[in-house]
Each structure stands twice: as structure tokens, then as C-alpha cells.
């Protein structure tokens, strides 16, 4: 299965979505879990693209999350993001350490989303980490979430840590700064709004059928 | 009306919401506008309180808005919240510059929300700020809100600049730093949960409700 390379086609007719994310970002995960069904009803094509914050943020000056940079900030989320989970009925257990090396997780995300299993891969990753507390930094942390989906492992971890695709994140990261991302989750409609934040997924999809 | 210092007493009993906020803070606007009609329908008794954010910002290392520390940040909040104010049918007009010193504006409305006008005075300065895009940080742009209320701006103003006056927003700053507040608008439940921004309201208001 993961020798087959199904690309999936972007639509350009109709109403459709960017979601643009970090596998470390918190509030990604809540967006991640709902953005498919909230799409289907309202009836926009979403694309996910994965992309790193590590650069963005180091523009900004910070070496580490916000969340980190500035602690009462922090302490707000994660206790926010557990009433956010709370109110969606999602799972929620804070992973440690945090922010975790997103950089594998992103490669074996575009490697998956070329084939039919990488928006369910991206779901996983979000789940194992946010809903489970678990890690997602390692390579063996990454091969069980694929195992867990039935796919095997080794011939994705290797075409993930190709220069191709190595190259494919780092062009996808600028593409995410050249549009104004600075941070996760972000949606951006094909007329090019962009919107930032799990608390603005509803909105960002109304814009999108509003703007088709 | 001036001289006349009614004591609003503070509701202990039934659901109720401390509303924290600074008249600088753009998306406290929107909050400001929409918290007296929502929890009027949740039957949540809210107090309004003033506070400075500029103290509690220098102890994060910034000197202006955060919003114009990080520009990518600052030009995404200024779109959403013109955004978000046309989804509520609220005018909206950029205010120049940004912040303006909202100190002035803060110890009038200590002296207002000992009377009966300090709540629709809190409204009339975020209207005149971000709904008309005008100035709320001199002595003068003050007076003619007061005016625009029939209200007598001199022994207001006097007021307003008594040290006691003074001392009390002091106090009430350093209350809110306390209470972990680190931006605005915040709203803080009787059972001492806070929310942050004007995307939490809701919650904080069903939140106050369940806790009472």
C-alpha cells in the first residue's frame, strides 16, 4: 500500500479550504478532529498541509513554543484547551514534553497525503498526542501509529527522510510564511483569507462557501 | 448626578462574572458590546472592571500592544476583528495610533461604576474608539463622551484624578495581575475560573451559571 502513490487532486471548482498546521500545536488538535465532518456539512474541500512553526517562530525571536515563552499565557491554554476538549466531548491528556519535535510526524504527513491515509494519519498523530499524552518525536513513536493503521512503517519512514521530501516540508514551511501563517492552526480560502485558530474554523468555512 | 456616589452592590448570591478589561484592548471591544444583553439573557450578574494592561505586559518583556510587537500578529487581529465586528453587525473603525493611553478612560470608569452610568460609559468609549475610529486618551475626547451622556465632565474629571482614585486603579491592576489575569478582555467566575478573550464569553457566561 504505501508503494502506491494516489495523488489526491486539489479542487479549484467549488468551495475549498487550506488547513494549515503543526503537528505540536495544541489547539491543531481539536481543529483537526472536527475540521473533516464541519467541511462535509458544509459542503467545502478541505486540503490539509502540514507545515513546522520551529521557523516562524524564530522570527519572532522565540526558541520555543509562545506557550512556553510566556507562562501565564501557557497555563491559560493547556487549562482552556482542556474546557475547549471538554465542551467538543474529545479526550484530552497533555503531553510532556512540549512543545515535541513535529519534523518526522510532518514528512510522513506528506507522504501520506500524495496516497488515500493521510488525513486519518494526521487525526492519529493529534489523538496519540493530545488525547493520549503520548509521544509522537521518535521514529518508533510514528511507526506504531502506522502500524496501528495497518500500514507498514519502514518503507514510509524512508521516503519520508528523502531529500525529495526532506526539500517538499521546507518549500511547503516557506509557502506557509510567503502566505502570513504565524501560527497553527490556520485556515486560508481560495481568495486568500486567512484565519487563525481553532476558533475560527466556522467561520473560515462559511468565508470558503461564501467565497465559491 | 456627579456628586452623587451610588454604591452598586456586588451580587455573592446567583451567577456572576467579573468582566476584566482595558480600554485599550481591541477585542474587549466587541466583549464590551455584547456582555450586558448575553448575561442579562443567562442570568448572570456582571461586574465591569477596569484595569491597566500596560503594567502587567512590562513584566512580559513588552512596552506596546503585543500586537504591534509581533506585526504578522498584529495585521491578522486588526482583518478578524473587522471580521468579526461585521458578523456581529458592530461598526468598526481603526483607531490611530494604537494603543492610545486608556488611563484617563480607566479612572473615569472607577468613578462611573460607583454610579449608575459606569457600564454604558465603559460602552460609549469602546463605541467612540473602535466604532468611529476616534481618540479616548486626552482630558477633552473624555469630556465629550461624558457630555454626549449629559453627564458634567469638571467634577467627574476631578474625581477621576484623586489619588484615592488613582491609588483604587492601581489596587484594581494589581488585583487582576494577582488573579493571573495577562490579557483582555478576561472574565473571571465566582469559583475563580478564568477565560481569556472575547471568544470566551459564552463559556464564562454558561460557566457562571453551572457555578452558582
Redesign the interface.
Known sequence: MAGTAVKVTWYTAGAALDFWFDFASTYSYPAALRIRPLAREAGVTVRFRPFLLGPIFKV?GWNTSPFNV?P??G??MW??LE?VCA?LALPFRRPEPFPQNSLLAARVALIGLDREWGEDFCVEVYRAQFGEGGRIDSADAIAAILAGMQIPAAPVLEAAQSDANKSRLRVQTEEAQKL?V??APSFITTDGE???GN??LD?ALRWAKRAS
Chains 1, 2 share one sequence.
Open positions: 519572532q510566556y501565564a499565557k497555563q491559560h487549562h482552556d474546557r465542551d502570513g504565524f501560527g486567512l484565519f487563525w476558533d475560527r467561520q
